[in-house]
C-alpha cells in the first residue's frame, strides 16, 4: 500500500518555471518507476514524464525538452522541474508510481491526489 502527496503547484506567468514533488509513504518493497500525468481542463488525463528505478526517463512530446524528471530513491520522492512554462501547460497534475508489496509480487499502481499548476499569458 503507497501513499503519493504532490505539492509545489502554483499559479506562474508565462515563461516562468515551477519545481513539483511528489513523495511516497507507506508498506511497499520497492518502487519500480514513478511518473507524473496531468489533465487540463476539458481534456483527458495524458502521460507527461516518468523514470525508472534504473534512472531510464521517458517525456512526452508537448514537454520539447523544457521538464527534467527525476528521482530520489532515498526519500521514495519523485520530482518535476517545469521550466519555460506555456498557458496550454495549466492542468491538474498528478503523481503516479508503480510498487510492489513484496519481492515477486506484481507491480501494483498508486496515484495522487493533484496538484494545480496554472499558466497565465
Known amino acids: 500500500q503507497v501513499q503519493l502527496v504532490e505539492s509545489g503547484g502554483g499559479l506562474v506567468q508565462a515563461g516562468k518555471s515551477l519545481r513539483l514533488s511528489c513523495t511516497a509513504s507507506g508498506s511497499f518493497f520497492r518502487i519500480d518507476a514513478m511518473g507524473w500525468y496531468r489533465r487540463a481542463p476539458g481534456k483527458e488525463r495524458e502521460l507527461v514524464a516518468v523514470i525508472f528505478e534504473g534512472g531510464s526517463t521517458n517525456y512526452a512530446d508537448f514537454v520539447e525538452g523544457r521538464f527534467t524528471i527525476s528521482m530520489d530513491n532515498a526519500k521514495n520522492a519523485v520530482y518535476l522541474q517545469m521550466n519555460s512554462l506555456k498557458p496550454e501547460d495549466t492542468a491538474v497534475y498528478y503523481c503516479?508510481?508503480?510498487?510492489?508489496?513484496?519481492?515477486?509480487?506484481?507491480?501494483?499502481?498508486?496515484w495522487g491526489h493533484g496538484t494545480q499548476v496554472t499558466v497565465s499569458s
Open positions: 503516479t508510481t508503480g510498487a510492489r508489496g513484496a519481492r515477486f509480487s506484481p507491480v501494483r499502481d498508486y
